[in-house]
């Protein structure tokens, strides 16, 4: 398979999710192992993309420029390990706009499909939330749960979904599955 490609939320999957919003760079606190996990899908071939709820730009906390430096310090931090991520996909907007991108609607995982022509049904999608796990299946993606974040309470509504206690697990599984 050529053009490989997994999904990663990334509140709470690749960094804590502070319940406060990630406002700018500073407060981006990395989960132990999930840039190595990201290097490692990177190694594999594999064309990481995020796909992130940004309600904090349409309530004005912080905005898209804002958005752009978090995920250079993301990114910079990630190129130390000789890492990459493909691109970033994100919803800035507040949940009452009622958008087609905020997950769990399909909008992001529209366009990614559009902008690289992935097949989504032979596509991970790696969350700890509700939401990700409901877009991941309306969209026809592989969902795969992390336990950090929110995961543990997801768990509970998704027993049948493969649950690992952190994105370098989730990977490690996924890895096999290809080497298999």
Known sequence: ??????????????????GLYVKTPEELVLIPGSLAAIVKLNQAGFKVLVATNQSGIGRGLYNLTMLG???????????KLGGYIHDFFCCPHHPD???ICRK????????????????????????????????????????????????????ILYPTVPAFVNLAAAVDNILEQYVA
């Open 1 to 18: 398979m050529n053009n490989k490609f997994i999904i990663l939320d990334r509140d709470g999957v690749i960094n804590h999710a502070t």
């Open 69 to 79: 430096r978090i995920h250079a310090r993301l990114s910079h931090e990630l190129s």
């Open 97 to 99: 706009e009622d958008c």
């Open 104 to 155: 769990p609607k399909p909008g992001m995982l529209s366009q990614i499909k559009e902008k690289y022509a992935v097949d989504l049904a032979n596509t991970f999608f790696v969350g700890d939330s509700d939401v990700d796990m409901q877009v991941a299946a309306s969209a026809g993606c592989k969902p795969v749960l992390v336990l950090t974040g929110r995961g543990l309470a997801t768990q």
